[in-house]
Protein backbone atom coordinates (compact mmCIF):
# COMPACT_ATOMS: atom_id res chain seq x y z
CA UNK A 1 0.00 0.00 0.00
CA UNK A 2 1.31 3.15 -1.03
CA UNK A 3 0.85 6.47 0.10
CA UNK A 4 0.47 10.01 -1.75
CA UNK A 5 1.24 13.49 0.16
CA UNK A 6 0.85 16.68 -1.75
CA UNK A 7 2.03 19.37 0.95
CA UNK A 8 1.16 22.92 -0.08
CA UNK A 9 3.78 25.89 0.90
CA UNK A 10 4.77 28.99 0.16
CA UNK A 11 8.24 28.02 0.92
CA UNK A 12 8.79 24.79 -1.74
CA UNK A 13 12.31 25.01 -0.87
CA UNK A 14 12.65 24.01 2.39
CA UNK A 15 11.70 20.22 1.62
CA UNK A 16 14.48 19.82 -0.64
CA UNK A 17 16.48 18.28 2.19
CA UNK A 18 14.37 16.44 4.52
CA UNK A 19 11.99 14.79 2.32
CA UNK A 20 14.74 13.36 -0.46
CA UNK A 21 17.57 11.46 2.11
CA UNK A 22 17.13 8.52 4.45
CA UNK A 23 13.92 6.67 4.56
CA UNK A 24 11.29 8.86 2.97
CA UNK A 25 13.59 9.61 0.36
CA UNK A 26 14.35 6.03 0.16
CA UNK A 27 10.26 5.86 -0.02
CA UNK A 28 9.75 8.07 -2.84
CA UNK A 29 12.27 6.36 -4.90
CA UNK A 30 10.75 2.85 -4.54
CA UNK A 31 7.51 4.52 -5.45
CA UNK A 32 6.22 3.57 -2.33
CA UNK A 33 5.58 7.22 -1.51
CA UNK A 34 4.83 10.05 -3.77
CA UNK A 35 5.50 13.32 -2.35
CA UNK A 36 4.71 16.61 -4.20
CA UNK A 37 5.44 20.06 -3.29
CA UNK A 38 3.23 22.55 -4.50
CA UNK A 39 4.13 26.83 -4.30
CA UNK A 40 0.74 28.40 -3.07
CA UNK A 41 2.11 31.54 -5.10
CA UNK A 42 1.86 30.29 -8.61
CA UNK A 43 -1.93 29.89 -7.22
CA UNK A 44 -1.97 33.98 -7.16
CA UNK A 45 -3.56 36.05 -10.17
CA UNK A 46 -2.42 38.90 -10.09
CA UNK A 47 0.82 40.25 -11.56
CA UNK A 48 2.70 40.57 -8.35
CA UNK A 49 1.85 37.04 -7.10
CA UNK A 50 -0.08 38.50 -3.62
CA UNK A 51 -0.88 35.78 -1.55
CA UNK A 52 -1.46 37.96 1.67
CA UNK A 53 -3.56 40.57 2.85
CA UNK A 54 -3.85 42.78 5.91
CA UNK A 55 -6.33 41.23 8.40
CA UNK A 56 -9.98 42.80 8.48
CA UNK A 57 -10.92 44.52 11.47
CA UNK A 58 -6.63 46.06 11.79
CA UNK A 59 -4.19 44.24 14.10
CA UNK A 60 -0.48 42.91 13.29
CA UNK A 61 0.80 41.18 11.10
CA UNK A 62 -0.87 39.66 7.44
CA UNK A 63 -3.66 36.66 6.57
CA UNK A 64 -3.22 34.23 3.13
CA UNK A 65 -5.81 34.65 1.44
CA UNK A 66 -8.96 32.97 0.82
CA UNK A 67 -8.77 32.86 -2.83
CA UNK A 68 -5.40 31.73 -3.65
CA UNK A 69 -6.00 29.23 -1.36
CA UNK A 70 -8.82 27.98 -2.06
CA UNK A 71 -7.43 27.78 -5.92
CA UNK A 72 -4.57 25.85 -5.03
CA UNK A 73 -6.53 23.34 -2.88
CA UNK A 74 -8.76 23.03 -5.51
CA UNK A 75 -6.31 22.08 -8.52
CA UNK A 76 -4.50 19.66 -5.93
CA UNK A 77 -7.77 18.23 -5.21
CA UNK A 78 -8.11 16.73 -8.84
CA UNK A 79 -5.79 14.27 -8.42
CA UNK A 80 -5.48 13.63 -4.55
CA UNK A 81 -8.99 12.72 -2.72
CA UNK A 82 -7.84 12.29 0.80
CA UNK A 83 -8.50 14.99 3.96
CA UNK A 84 -6.87 18.34 3.92
CA UNK A 85 -4.52 18.43 7.18
CA UNK A 86 -3.81 22.35 8.48
CA UNK A 87 -0.79 22.37 10.04
CA UNK A 88 -1.46 24.86 13.19
CA UNK A 89 -0.86 25.33 16.91
CA UNK A 90 -4.30 25.30 17.19
CA UNK A 91 -4.81 21.85 16.08
CA UNK A 92 -5.04 18.28 17.99
CA UNK A 93 -1.80 17.11 19.12
CA UNK A 94 0.40 14.60 16.59
CA UNK A 95 1.10 11.36 18.10
CA UNK A 96 2.08 7.80 16.95
CA UNK A 97 -1.76 6.98 17.38
CA UNK A 98 -2.90 9.97 14.75
CA UNK A 99 0.17 9.13 12.09
CA UNK A 100 -0.84 5.59 12.40
CA UNK A 101 -4.37 6.48 11.69
CA UNK A 102 -3.34 9.49 8.65
CA UNK A 103 -0.97 6.42 7.35
CA UNK A 104 -4.38 4.54 6.24
CA UNK A 105 -5.47 7.14 3.90
CA UNK A 106 -3.69 6.39 0.84
CA UNK A 107 -3.89 10.08 0.08
CA UNK A 108 -2.97 12.86 2.52
CA UNK A 109 -3.20 17.14 1.57
CA UNK A 110 -0.89 19.18 3.83
CA UNK A 111 -1.56 22.66 3.99
CA UNK A 112 1.43 24.89 5.68
CA UNK A 113 -0.11 28.41 7.06
CA UNK A 114 2.71 31.76 7.41
CA UNK A 115 2.28 34.60 9.11
CA UNK A 116 -0.61 35.00 11.25
CA UNK A 117 -2.58 32.11 9.86
CA UNK A 118 -5.13 31.86 7.29
CA UNK A 119 -8.49 33.08 6.39
CA UNK A 120 -10.72 31.85 8.95
CA UNK A 121 -13.72 30.34 5.69
CA UNK A 122 -10.84 28.06 4.07
CA UNK A 123 -10.50 26.60 8.17
CA UNK A 124 -14.56 26.39 7.76
CA UNK A 125 -15.09 24.95 4.41
CA UNK A 126 -11.93 22.91 3.17
CA UNK A 127 -9.95 21.78 5.91
CA UNK A 128 -10.48 18.64 7.16
CA UNK A 129 -8.37 18.24 10.11
CA UNK A 130 -5.87 20.19 11.96
CA UNK A 131 -2.92 19.05 13.98
CA UNK A 132 -0.39 20.89 15.99
CA UNK A 133 3.11 19.10 16.26
CA UNK A 134 3.00 20.66 20.54
CA UNK A 135 2.40 23.89 21.98
CA UNK A 136 5.21 26.07 20.77
CA UNK A 137 4.61 28.21 18.21
CA UNK A 138 7.29 27.89 14.81
CA UNK A 139 6.82 30.49 11.83
CA UNK A 140 5.29 28.06 9.68
CA UNK A 141 3.45 24.75 9.03
CA UNK A 142 6.25 23.61 6.72
CA UNK A 143 8.47 21.45 9.92
CA UNK A 144 5.18 20.15 11.01
CA UNK A 145 4.40 18.90 7.63
CA UNK A 146 8.17 17.27 6.93
CA UNK A 147 7.59 15.82 10.72
CA UNK A 148 4.05 14.05 10.17
CA UNK A 149 5.36 13.24 6.63
CA UNK A 150 8.29 11.78 8.06
CA UNK A 151 6.58 9.82 10.94
CA UNK A 152 3.38 8.22 8.33
CA UNK A 153 5.80 7.33 5.66
CA UNK A 154 8.04 5.51 7.26
CA UNK A 155 5.02 3.50 8.55
CA UNK A 156 4.23 2.47 5.21
CA UNK A 157 4.89 -1.45 4.44
CA UNK A 158 8.33 -1.27 2.85
CA UNK A 159 9.69 1.85 3.39
CA UNK A 160 11.77 0.69 6.84
CA UNK A 161 14.24 -2.21 5.65
CA UNK A 162 13.64 -5.15 7.43
CA UNK A 163 16.34 -4.35 9.94
CA UNK A 164 14.34 -1.34 10.89
CA UNK A 165 11.12 -2.71 11.82
CA UNK A 166 8.32 -0.62 13.14
CA UNK A 167 7.21 -2.93 15.54
CA UNK A 168 9.72 -1.90 18.16
CA UNK A 169 8.97 1.68 17.84
CA UNK A 170 8.60 3.76 21.19
CA UNK A 171 5.03 4.07 21.51
CA UNK A 172 4.00 1.30 19.35
CA UNK A 173 3.43 -0.85 22.72
CA UNK A 174 1.62 2.10 24.07
CA UNK A 175 5.37 1.75 25.92
CA UNK A 176 9.31 3.95 25.60
CA UNK A 177 11.42 1.39 23.54
CA UNK A 178 13.91 -0.88 25.99
CA UNK A 179 17.78 0.29 25.36
CA UNK A 180 20.16 -1.03 22.52
CA UNK A 181 23.55 -2.32 22.78
CA UNK A 182 26.23 -3.38 19.82
CA UNK A 183 29.68 -3.88 20.16
CA UNK A 184 32.37 -3.28 21.58
CA UNK A 185 31.19 -5.98 24.66
CA UNK A 186 33.15 -3.68 27.20
CA UNK A 187 33.13 0.01 26.76
CA UNK A 188 35.16 2.38 29.25
CA UNK A 189 34.20 -0.80 31.97
CA UNK A 190 30.61 -0.60 31.45
CA UNK A 191 29.69 -4.22 30.22
CA UNK A 192 26.95 -5.16 27.50
CA UNK A 193 24.23 -7.03 29.77
CA UNK A 194 24.66 -10.83 30.09
CA UNK A 195 21.36 -11.83 28.98
CA UNK A 196 21.76 -10.10 25.67
CA UNK A 197 24.87 -12.76 25.12
CA UNK A 198 23.30 -15.32 26.41
CA UNK A 199 21.39 -16.42 22.88
CA UNK A 200 17.95 -17.24 24.58
CA UNK A 201 15.67 -15.74 22.53
CA UNK A 202 12.60 -16.07 24.62
CA UNK A 203 14.60 -14.33 27.66
CA UNK A 204 15.96 -11.47 25.49
CA UNK A 205 12.63 -10.68 24.85
CA UNK A 206 11.01 -11.05 28.21
CA UNK A 207 13.58 -8.89 29.42
CA UNK A 208 13.59 -6.10 26.93
CA UNK A 209 9.85 -5.64 27.47
CA UNK A 210 10.46 -5.32 31.18
CA UNK A 211 13.11 -2.75 30.30
CA UNK A 212 10.98 -1.27 28.20
CA UNK A 213 8.09 -1.12 30.98
CA UNK A 214 10.44 0.15 33.99
CA UNK A 215 12.01 3.06 31.57
CA UNK A 216 8.54 4.15 30.70
CA UNK A 217 7.56 3.84 34.36
CA UNK A 218 10.05 6.06 35.20
CA UNK A 219 10.07 8.59 32.52
CA UNK A 220 6.16 8.66 30.97
CA UNK A 221 4.00 6.92 33.82
CA UNK A 222 1.02 8.88 32.34
CA UNK A 223 1.92 6.23 29.59
CA UNK A 224 1.16 3.17 31.76
CA UNK A 225 -1.71 4.96 33.46
CA UNK A 226 -3.84 6.00 30.23
CA UNK A 227 -2.55 2.94 27.90
CA UNK A 228 -4.05 -0.68 27.98
CA UNK A 229 -2.38 -3.44 28.22
CA UNK A 230 -2.83 -7.36 27.73
CA UNK A 231 -0.99 -10.06 27.75
CA UNK A 232 3.02 -10.24 28.59
CA UNK A 233 3.21 -6.61 28.93
CA UNK A 234 0.36 -6.41 31.52
CA UNK A 235 2.16 -9.02 33.82
CA UNK A 236 5.12 -7.26 33.44
CA UNK A 237 3.62 -3.85 34.44
CA UNK A 238 1.15 -5.34 37.08
CA UNK A 239 4.79 -7.11 38.87
CA UNK A 240 6.62 -3.57 38.62
CA UNK A 241 7.52 -2.55 42.17
CA UNK A 242 9.36 0.40 42.91
CA UNK A 243 12.31 -0.34 42.78
CA UNK A 244 12.23 -1.25 39.21
CA UNK A 245 10.61 2.38 38.84
CA UNK A 246 13.32 3.96 40.29
CA UNK A 247 16.21 1.82 37.96
CA UNK A 248 14.25 2.01 34.84
CA UNK A 249 16.40 4.99 33.68
N1 LIG B 1 2.64 26.14 12.81
C1 LIG B 1 3.31 26.92 13.69
N2 LIG B 1 3.55 26.27 14.83
C2 LIG B 1 3.02 25.01 14.68
C3 LIG B 1 2.94 23.87 15.52
N3 LIG B 1 3.44 23.85 16.75
N4 LIG B 1 2.35 22.77 15.03
C4 LIG B 1 1.82 22.78 13.78
N5 LIG B 1 1.85 23.83 12.96
C5 LIG B 1 2.45 24.94 13.39
Redesign the pocket.
Known amino acids: MAIQIDILTLFPEMFQGPLQNSIVGRARNAGIARVNIWNIRDFADDKHRVVDDTPYGGGAGMVMKADVLARCIEHVRLSNKGPVVF???Q?NTFSQNVADRLRQCSQLILLC?HYEGIDERIRESMVDME????D???T??EL?AMVVTDAVVRLIPGALGREESAADDSFSHGLLEYPHYTRPRDFRGMEVPEILLSGHHGRIRRWRLKRAVQRTARRRPDLLREGSFCGEIKEIVEELTDDDQEKGG
Open positions: LTPGGISIGYVLGGP
